[in-house]
């Protein structure tokens, strides 16, 4: 079992940067790909980014890219979502996800999430 607790959301003007977190509490961070989703009002959970669990291989979604970095910090089972450049369209509820495989769905676990506002 992975418990994930997210912070760091908060509300922030257009062009401004935000720094989201993730602590994990389980023996297993180490080995498992990390990953960030947003959620929009009225919208489905998007993939925004994911991390293998050496913290060498990286993904993506196009529209963050060039404006966030996912990292992770192994020893202190954390991941973090570096957010710069943020956008109105950005505003999300943003989640920390847990799982065995890199990919763009299918983790297994799941935080409470944190809310992003990017006032225009």
């Known amino acids: 079992q992975v418990q994930l607790v997210e912070s760091g959301g908060g509300l922030v003007q257009a062009g401004g940067s935000l720094r989201l977190s993730c602590a994990a509490s389980?023996?297993?961070?180490?080995?498992?790909?990390m990953a960030w989703f947003r959620q929009a009002p009225g919208k489905e959970r998007a993939f925004v980014a994911s991390i293998s669990w050496s913290g060498g291989t990286t993904i993506y979604a196009d529209s963050v890219k060039g404006r966030c970095t996912i990292s992770r910090d192994n020893a202190k089972n954390t991941v973090t979502l570096q957010m710069n450049s943020l956008k109105p369209e950005d505003t999300a509820v943003y989640y920390c996800a847990a799982g065995r495989y890199l990919r763009r769905e299918g983790y297994d676990y799941w935080g409470q999430g944190t809310q992003v506002t990017v006032s225009s």
């Open positions: 389980a023996r297993t961070f180490s080995t498992s790909a």
